[in-house]
């Protein structure tokens, strides 16, 4: 297990790098940071010369891979670094400078434990993509398939159970101090980073998502996924379909090339939907890198290592929410959010529906053009203090892809009207799934699948496991000494960890000042 004063030492140097660009001055000026936390990011500043206006998106590419999918898991969260920092985040580009070629073709050769010439007859030693995870090469297979071939960095896992260790660490200190720190559930959502993480680092599992997404879209036309070779894809090393197009945040190349941009947009859209409604499997990482258009119009996703999913219940509240919010009905999101349990029973559900109304009216009708999404998300996650809403990690992922899908149907058609689009289909979706028909078949399902139970079991079943509300039940959460608990016997441990910040802050600013970080 890693020393406290270790982790006190690395957030002191990553504290260091934020302070260079100014990162720490939001936290230092916002009411809710713990005293304990600003202290802290004073020692790390020391000595430092702030810009006047901080740049996050800088800050987390410096301090390194893990920070920087920390930093664009960030970008989902205003309410916890506020929108300031959050927008900026959304700028944080994944790419570092590529690892040798020759490193590449010996990762590649160990994982698969054969010569690289027995899988492939040729790649490009030039990367088309490098990124803090892994590396992308063009390459032809020896039965002469066109193929891309994505390799993890060496040594990047370790590295980053390495930092995640630290966040994991720094999360349950800020968590125990109460407030604010503790509603905002930091410890939750470092648990969710950590497991998407550990997704993207296995590649095998970025194959399986691209293969169930390719799946769940096969009757969406204008679609599509890459298929994966299976026999070139391992842990490490994932081989999938080349894909010729232009990118779809091109948009000159689109329409020299005569495609109709606005159905483009539509179409993203309604892809979008499809996945995250009908499917409850997302690609979560749909950004203008990731979204090419063939020369038929077919819109191609890449890179599924980042997937969101959603239950069967969660998706009809969210469809009602979505339709509601469409149609104007505000009592209704309001009822739904205290049947999700997202709202605490003891507020007012009329009160939530006015305050719901306050955020919703002044979107509704207008193309995304005229809308100020920082004044809606302000409004949003005012609601969301004000009413006492925990944090629902779950649903952060696909607000995030929400905004992104947002901003590329926009860059595509300026005109377009995100709800005139989204309610055809979420109509269509709530009357397939929660019309009379539709409520019928399940409830026929619902009895007979309980008649075949032994009604002894199903009510211990139910006694053991009562209702739960929206949310998903979390993962479990590791076990972190905090450092002002004293274990039975223990001599007290405060001082040493004092000493250790202030040494640690020193020995930070000298070696800054020695020019070494």
Not at 318 to 335: Q, S, W
Request: charged share 25%.
């Amino acid at each position: 297990m890693t020393r406290p004063a270790t982790h006190i030492w690395r957030l002191l140097k990553w504290g260091r790098s934020l302070a260079r660009h100014g990162a720490l001055r939001g936290i230092e000026n916002d009411p809710n940071t713990p005293p304990q936390v600003k202290r802290l990011a004073r020692v790390a500043r020391l000595g430092t010369i702030q810009p006047r206006e901080p740049n996050y998106a800088e800050a987390f590419t410096d301090i390194g891979p893990a920070a920087i999918k920390l930093g664009q898991s960030l970008a989902t969260r205003p309410d916890l670094v506020g929108e300031v920092a959050a927008h900026n985040l959304l700028s944080l580009q994944d790419s570092l400078p590529p690892v040798a070629f020759e490193a590449i073709e010996a990762e590649i050769a160990r994982s698969f434990d054969v010569p690289v010439s027995t899988l492939f007859a040729e790649i490009d030693p030039v990367p088309v993509g490098s990124a803090s995870i892994a590396q992308v090469h063009r390459a032809v297979t020896t039965d002469g398939q066109p193929v891309a071939v994505k390799v993890l960095r060496p040594g990047i896992r370790e590295r980053f159970a390495r930092d995640i260790a630290t966040y994991e660490w720094a999360a349950a200190h800020l968590e125990a101090m109460g407030g604010e720190a503790a509603r905002l559930r930091p410890r939750l959502t470092i648990a969710n980073f950590k497991r998407w993480t550990n997704r993207e680092l296995d590649l095998r599992r970025e194959a399986a998502s691209a293969s169930e997404l390719a799946e769940a879209m096969k009757g969406f036309e204008g679609y599509c996924i890459p298929s994966i070779d299976w026999d070139r894809t391992n842990g490490r090393v994932m081989t999938i379909e080349w894909i010729d197009g232009i990118k779809i945040s091109d948009r000159e190349a689109l329409v020299a090339a005569g495609h109709d941009l606005p159905a483009l947009a539509r179409r993203l859209v309604l892809a979008f939907l499809t996945q995250a409604i009908s499917a409850g499997f997302f690609h979560a990482d749909m950004h203008q890198g990731n979204l090419f258009v063939r020369g038929d119009g077919t819109i191609v996703a890449i890179d599924f290592g980042i997937m969101g999913r959603i239950d069967r219940r969660a998706r009809q509240w969210l469809a009602e929410i979505l339709y509601g919010l469409i149609t104007g009905n505000y009592r209704r999101v309001a009822e739904i959010h205290f049947e999700a349990q997202y709202v605490p029973s003891y507020h007012s559900v009329d009160e939530f529906a006015t305050a719901l109304r306050a955020v919703g009216e002044p979107m509704r009708g207008k193309p995304v053009s005229e809308l100020s999404v920082g004044q809606m998300l302000d409004g949003l996650f005012a609601i969301t203090r004000d009413f006492d809403m925990a944090t629902q990690p779950h649903l952060l992922l696909l607000q995030k892809t929400m905004v992104m899908v947002e901003g590329l149907a926009t860059s595509l058609d300026p005109a377009i009207n995100m709800w005139d689009v989204s309610a055809p289909f979420v109509r269509a979706w709530i009357r397939d799934e929660l019309g009379p028909e539709a409520a019928l078949a399940d409830r026929i399902r619902t009895d007979v699948e309980t008649l075949l139970r032994v009604p002894e079991l199903v009510r211990r079943i139910e006694d053991r496991y009562p209702a739960r509300g929206g949310a998903p039940e979390p993962p479990p959460l590791p076990d972190i000494p905090l450092m002002w608990e004293r274990r039975a016997g223990e001599r007290p441990r405060w001082p040493g960890y004092l000493l250790a910040a202030a040494l640690g802050g020193a020995a930070v600013a000298g070696a800054s000042l020695a020019g070494l970080f």
